[in-house]
């Protein structure tokens, strides 16, 4: 199954798409964490990713496009994928198109997970990840048992560079001016369904596995 996820940011995209690689057995591909992954590297496509990101900007499309290619090429996603955080515009929306047809697939779901902006703040400003294995939690809403401390591995929690409320109200508008437009582009095509995002986190994964035929 090739699923894209949209939604604003900290809509839940990561948290959920971590759930639903596990239970289809695909591989869960953010943009956001290949570029984090490159930055903590020192690659230079870290180095330049890092300019747009700390900003809250989008990095430029081709830059994007080159390495999502690549990934979407690898042998893991033959059997299917979850695209986190891509496309985020028209033009990445064409390019992917153009790449899948390449490779002779197409997307067979566009999830987009609804929330209002006003509540957008509030998980991202609370939200901590873990530095080693990049599950996310969210101080108030889904908290890890020991403070600071991942449930998963032990790794330390850390708060992400673009999670301050400056950095924060950028990529939101970012998000309006530039992938909020996708909505109705996958629309169009008759592959987009949205879910509430604005629920219990378990209550929003049955809802997103009912748009897919899945029971989980
Ligand atoms: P990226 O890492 O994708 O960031 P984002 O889109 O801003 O989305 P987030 O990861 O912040 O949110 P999320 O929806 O994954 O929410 P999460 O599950 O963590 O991208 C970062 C940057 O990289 C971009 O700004 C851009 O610069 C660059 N980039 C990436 N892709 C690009 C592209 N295609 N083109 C160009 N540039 C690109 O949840 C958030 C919090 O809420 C957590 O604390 C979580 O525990 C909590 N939470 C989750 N669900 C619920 C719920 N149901 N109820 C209550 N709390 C919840
Ligand atoms: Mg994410
Ligand atoms: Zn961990």
Redesign the pocket.
Known sequence: MNIVLM?P????????AEVMARNLFVPHI????I??ANIKAGTELGRL?NQ??SK????P?EV?MAMIKDRLAEEDCAKGFIL??????IG?ADALAEILAEQGKKLDFVVN?DVPIEKLIE??S???VCRNCSQ???MV??PPVEAGVCDECGGELYQRA?DSEETIKN?LD?YLAQSAPLIEYYQDKGVLFSIN?????NK?LTDVGRGLGQNW
């Open positions: 939604g940011p900290g809509a839940g995209k990561g948290t959920q953010s943009t956001g964490d570029f984090r990713a747009y990101i809250g900007d989008l990095v499309d994007t986190d955080g891509l496309p985020r515009t990445q997970i998980r991202l609370g939200r901590r996310t939690y969210h809403n889904n673009d990529r970012v995002g604005d629920q219990a986190i929003v």
